[in-house]
Nanobody, 123 residues
Framework: QVQLVESGGGLVQAGGSLRLVCAASGLTFSAYNMAWFRQTPGKEREFVAAISRGGGSTYSADSVKGRFTVSRDNAKNTAYLQMNSLKPEDTALYYC????????????????WGQGTQVTVSS
């Protein structure tokens, strides 16, 4: 019943922006910490950003700090990842994830996952 659906990915040139959206259903959204991960072929899935249940605390990986902003709207059961100043190395499949427990950078910390949305950044 729990479902996370990512959208908003696409093809952009370096320096451009995208906003990723994670729509959640089947869970009490405000009870879950949310996070974004990304994965490229041959690499482990890596942590990108996270936001606490009420949105009061956020964390971003050093590689995206200052460029990406995570947010959420609990009334809409939706989490977001605003990506600015995109670089080719940001190219990846981006996933959203949810956990009722403490946020961690390991994907094992998260109980529910979306199927991903592709972000491709050209030079």
């Amino acid at each position: 019943q729990v479902q996370l659906v990512e959208s908003g990915g696409g093809l952009v040139q370096a320096g451009g922006s995208l906003r990723l959206v994670c729509a959640a259903s089947g869970l009490t959204f405000s009870a879950y910490n949310m996070a974004w991960f990304r994965q490229t072929p041959g690499k482990e899935r890596e942590f990108v950003a996270a936001i606490s249940r009420g949105g009061g605390s956020t964390y971003s990986a050093d590689s995206v700090k200052g460029r990406f902003t995570v947010s959420r709207d609990n009334a809409k059961n939706t989490a977001y990842l605003q990506m600015n100043s995109l670089k080719p190395e940001d190219t990846a499949l981006y996933y959203c994830a949810a956990t009722p427990s403490r946020i961690g950078v390991s994907q094992a910390s998260f109980d529910y996952w979306g199927q991903g949305t592709q972000v491709t950044v050209s030079s």
